[in-house]
């Protein structure tokens, strides 16, 4: 089985295959899956012809986590192989990437007040004193994009 069959079948396994793009259904890509029984933790490995918007984003991680949340708490890395538009998509993409983070609900709130601006590989929160940096990995131009929540200094 290629992994865009696996990617098909998955699609069609957490009930979202009539909703996602066209071109997400036949180019994305399972590629790996790693499974930790120790910790019971599944990181689903996918790659996309592109961004998914925000809303497809949310209802796949959604779905996702619904279907295997009886069996193990899933992570999904996403490699991105057209990365047009990066900017305007971590821009999108920040609000929840900081409610996925493990700060406290007033720092999450003041960050997602600040103001936003990209600055080559780095996001920066912007509140008019000193700018806070949310970085994400660009690997190279022909290369997926990675973004890194995980990482606020």
């Known amino acids: 089985m290629t992994n865009r069959e696996k990617f098909k ?20 890509e399972l590629t790996r899956i790693d499974v930790s029984n120790k910790n019971r ?8 012809p592109h961004f998914l918007s925000h809303e497809d984003y949310l209802l796949f991680t959604h779905a996702i986590e619904e279907e295997f ?8 890395d996403f490699s991105i192989k057209d990365t047009n538009n990066q900017d305007e998509f971590a ?13 406290s609900p007033k720092v999450k709130g003041q960050l ?13 929160a912007i509140d008019g004193s000193s700018p806070a940096y ?9 290369q ?9 200094p």
């Open 112 to 124: 997602k007040q600040k103001k936003l601006i990209m600055s080559g590989n780095v996001l920066k």
């Open 9 to 28: 079948v998955l699609a069609d396994q957490i009930k979202i295959s009539n909703q996602l793009e066209q071109d997400i259904l036949e180019q994305g």
């Open 69 to 76: 949340k009886e069996i193990a708490t899933v992570a999904i």
């Open 91 to 103: 821009l999108k993409y920040f609000g929840h990437c900081i409610d996925q983070t493990r700060l």
């Open 134 to 142: 949310i970085r994400y990995t660009m690997i190279s131009s022909r």
């Open 41 to 48: 933790t599944w990181t689903f490995q996918i790659s996309l």
């Open 144 to 152: 997926p994009i990675t973004l890194d929540k995980s990482h606020i």
